[in-house]
């Protein structure tokens, strides 16, 4: 059973502390956290656009009332009829790789259409959260790495293939982050990177997409980041970067357990107790 009035207000904690902060935003919802239609309805209905894995969650996302320019669709594959579904309905693709760049720009053509795209980066920075759940790592399958040039290669060809539009940069480096560091580095490191695009290659993105990740608390009295903790830290990174760049890009957060994960209990009954020599069940 999930409780909407919790949901709601951690909704709200993300967006009393981002919006006042950043003029520019966008606050989405990883579906991949709970793709219930009435969840995600709830979570759209505050004001939040949908982050998605698959073209399962295309379709949960259009249920619960997005349309397709507001989705992201990031994942490390992406099978053929979901890149021609995705861009039949001018869902933004997250791109992982060249191979599936090149899909993307023939599948357009092919279409007649023009593929809106950001690729995933991984910015080569460790949060300091559970190995198994670290994305941001050099030896993690998630992304182009943004160190040693292949970031650079990713956009260069992709101005140059026909049927792609390049609208942003992405990145995600984990789950369950509890401290606000490993972002500040990401923050740093993915605006740089913007600056490189706009000097050698005039690119000018409409959003930096800096992932989800923000973690929940375990146990009573475990201090972890709140969303505030996160959007102050990211304050003046952003804005001395945003300085330096000559132009604002939106910027996009998509948290999804950090909306959910403690909106839910589970209930149940006791049918019948059974006590064994080592247990009782
Ligand atoms: C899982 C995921 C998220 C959300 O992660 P949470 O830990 O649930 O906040 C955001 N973006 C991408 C690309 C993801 O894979």
Redo the contacts with the bound molecule.
């Keep these: 059973v999930y409780d909407a009035e919790t949901i709601r207000g951690n909704a709200r904690a993300l967006r009393d502390a981002f919006v006042p902060r950043f003029p520019r935003l966008k606050l989405r919802y990883?579906l991949?956290?709970n793709t219930n239609v009435a969840i995600v309805r709830l979570i759209l209905g505050e004001g939040l656009l949908p982050?998605v894995?698959s073209e399962g969650e295309i379709r949960a996302a259009f249920r619960a009332g997005a349309k397709g320019s507001d989705v992201l669709f990031?994942s490390s594959s992406k099978s053929p009829s979901e890149i021609d579904f995705a861009l039949g309905h001018d869902v933004v693709l997250n791109v992982d790789n060249l191979d599936e760049l090149g899909q993307a720009s023939r599948a357009a053509t092919a279409l007649g259409t023009t593929a809106r795209v950001s690729f995933?980066l991984n910015p080569g920075v460790d949060p300091d959260t559970l190995h198994q759940i670290n994305?941001g790592i050099p030896e993690s399958k998630f992304g182009v790495h943004l160190d040693g040039g292949d970031a650079r290669r990713a956009y260069e060809a992709a101005v140059a293939l026909p049927g792609i539009s390049v609208a942003g940069v992405h990145c995600?480096i984990g789950?369950?982050i509890t401290d606000p560091a490993g972002y500040e580095e990401t923050a740093r490191k993915m605006l740089a990177f913007v600056r490189e695009l706009k000097r050698d290659l005039g690119l000018t993105l409409s959003f930096v997409d800096l992932?989800?990740?923000?973690g929940i608390p375990f146990s009573d009295g475990q201090a972890v980041m709140g969303a505030d903790d996160l959007a102050r830290a990211l304050k003046p990174i952003w804005d001395e970067e945003v300085a330096l760049l000559g132009y604002e890009p939106e910027l996009w957060v998509?948290?999804?357990?950090?909306l959910v994960a403690q909106a839910g209990v589970m209930v149940a009954r006791v049918n019948s107790v059974k006590t064994t020599p080592l247990k009782t069940f």
């Design positions: 990883a991949k956290a982050e894995v990031t995933r994305t995600h789950s369950q992932g989800g990740g923000l998509e948290p999804g357990r950090f």
